[in-house]
C-alpha cells in the first residue's frame, strides 16, 4: 500500500515557475514506477511525466517536453515535478501516482495508487 500527497501547486504567471511534491508512506515506494498527471475541466486526465522505480528511465508527453522535468528521491520518498515556461494551457489539478508496470508508465490505468491532486492555475 502506498499513500500519495501533492502539494506545490498555486496560481503563477504565464512563463513562471513551479515545483510540485508528491511525499508518499510506505517503506516499498522505491520499487514503485511514478507519474504525475493533469485534469482540466472539462477534460480527460492526460498523462504528463513518469519515472521509472531507479529513475534511470523517463517519460514526458509531448507537450511539456524540456519544459517540466520529473525526478525522484528514494530516501526521501519523494517524486518531483520541475515546471517552467508555464501557459495557460497547463492550468489542471496535477496527480501524482504509483505503480508496478513500466509498460504502462504513460497510461492511468497503469496505476494503482493516486493522490488528491493539487491545483496549478497559470494566468495569462
Known amino acids: 500500500q502506498v499513500h500519495l500527497v501533492e502539494s506545490g501547486g498555486e496560481l503563477v504567471q504565464a512563463g513562471g515557475s513551479l515545483r510540485l511534491s508528491c511525499a508518499a508512506s510506505?517503506?516499498?515506494?522505491?520499487?514503485?514506477?511514478t507519474g504525475w498527471f493533469r485534469q482540466a475541466p472539462g477534460k480527460e486526465r492526460e498523462f504528463v511525466a513518469a519515472?521509472?522505480?531507479?529513475?534511470?528511465?523517463?517519460y514526458y508527453a509531448d507537450s511539456v517536453k524540456g519544459r517540466f522535468t520529473i525526478s525522484r528521491d528514494n530516501d526521501k520518498n519523494t517524486v518531483y515535478l520541475q515546471m517552467i515556461s508555464l501557459k495557460p494551457d497547463d492550468t489542471a489539478v496535477y496527480y501524482c501516482?504509483?505503480?508496478?508496470?513500466?509498460?504502462?508508465?504513460?497510461?492511468?490505468?497503469?496505476?494503482?495508487?493516486w493522490g488528491q491532486g493539487t491545483q496549478v492555475t497559470v494566468s495569462s
Open positions: 501516482a504509483a505503480g508496478r508496470a513500466l509498460t504502462y508508465a504513460t497510461y492511468a490505468a497503469g496505476y494503482n495508487y
Open positions: 519515472t521509472s522505480s531507479s529513475g534511470v528511465s523517463i
Open positions: 510506505g517503506r516499498t515506494f522505491g520499487i514503485f514506477v
